[in-house]
């Protein structure tokens, strides 16, 4: 007698991520057009991990990391922005990361320490990106508001490159 395996994403992260990937869009609530691309980009990534699709959750996380330009674009604080692109990225990490997780051992098996640590540390590093952007920000006595979201943006694209 065999056992299927539920290859879904594990609850725990899912929660995670489309809770960063509200919170990145509350964010954005300075700007109603930036706010409705955030939503929609958080039901994407939603819809990508019930679907279990990386392509999806990219996707969303593109549409919400969208709403942050919209809103850099409207002026928005760059405090705001850079939360909302941490958000994003959190999101996207941990909804890939869940994916893959479930794919390989199955929602069923016991995986929730190594979902904590993985979201504490895609979090504390999202955080400590956007603080050190925010810092610089201040240090060069600002510029434009999507100057700190261009500095983070960079910080995780030489994460992603890094990546195993």
Same mark, same amino acid.
């Given at each position: 007698?065999?056992? /299927? ?6 609850? !725990?992260?899912?929660?995670? @991520?489309? =809770? ?21 980009g ?18 969303? /996380? ?8 919209? @809103?850099?674009?409207?002026? @928005?604080?760059?405090?705001?922005? !850079? !939360? ?5 990225? =959190? ?23 190594l ?29 434009? @508001? !999507? ?8 910080a =995780? ?6 990546r195993?």
């Open positions: 007698m065999s056992h /299927a395996i539920d290859p879904s994403p594990p609850r !725990l992260s899912e929660g995670v @991520a489309v =809770v960063a990937g509200a919170v990145g869009t509350l964010a954005l609530a300075v700007s109603p057009a930036a706010f409705g691309l955030g939503a929609l958080t039901v994407t990534v939603g819809a990508g991990l019930y679907r279990r699709s990386h392509a999806a959750v990219t996707l969303g /996380a593109t549409g919400v990391f969208c709403g942050v330009l919209l @809103a850099g674009l409207a002026d @928005a604080p760059p405090e705001l922005l !850079l !939360l909302s692109t941490a958000g994003t990225v =959190v999101a996207w990490d941990v909804a890939t990361f869940a994916i893959d997780l479930g794919a390989e051992l199955g929602r069923a098996a016991e995986t929730r320490r979902e904590l640590v993985h979201a504490g540390a895609s979090t504390g590093l999202a955080l400590g990106a956007a603080v050190v952007g925010t810092l610089v920000y201040r240090l060069v006595g600002g510029g434009p @508001a !999507l100057a700190p979201v261009v500095l983070l943006c960079g =995780v694209v030489l994460a992603i490159a890094l195993p």
